[in-house]
């Protein structure tokens, strides 16, 4: 379990990147790489985004059209991710595509997956 103290904003950034590296050494797979394998997995995915702030790991999953059988294979995904890395506090966000472009979807995240 990470604390954060709201004061020293440098530090917390400094703290969220080294648990998700300690994790992504536990695990094998980079964290960035298990949610590329995982969400890609699901053909509807157009775009996964992550950007570490503070208190979690912000996750934007871009789609086309988020119907209900698609939410329920992204849904189980998410699971598998929060398991999979126990240490990492995430926060999903399955947003619709659009006809955005990925940096229009989450400023300042960064590019984990796009689906050509």
Not at 1 to 13: G, K, L, P, Q
Not at 18 to 32: F, H, K, L, N, R
Not at 51 to 79: F, G, H, M, N, Q
Request: proline share 3%.
């Amino acid at each position: 379990m990470v604390t954060f103290d709201s004061a020293n904003s440098e530090c917390i950034r400094e703290v969220v990147s080294e648990t998700i590296t300690q994790a992504d050494s536990v695990a094998g797979d980079s964290i960035q790489d298990a949610m590329a394998k995982d969400f890609g997995s699901v053909p509807e995915v157009k775009f996964v985004l992550a950007e570490a702030v503070p208190s979690a790991l912000l996750v934007w999953i871009a789609v086309d059209s988020p119907d209900t059988a698609v939410r329920y294979r992204i849904y189980d995904k998410e699971l598998g991710l929060v398991s999979e890395f126990p240490d990492i506090d995430f926060d999903f966000n399955l947003v619709s595509v659009m006809d955005r472009s990925s940096a229009d979807i989450a400023t300042g995240a960064r590019l984990i997956y796009s689906r050509s």
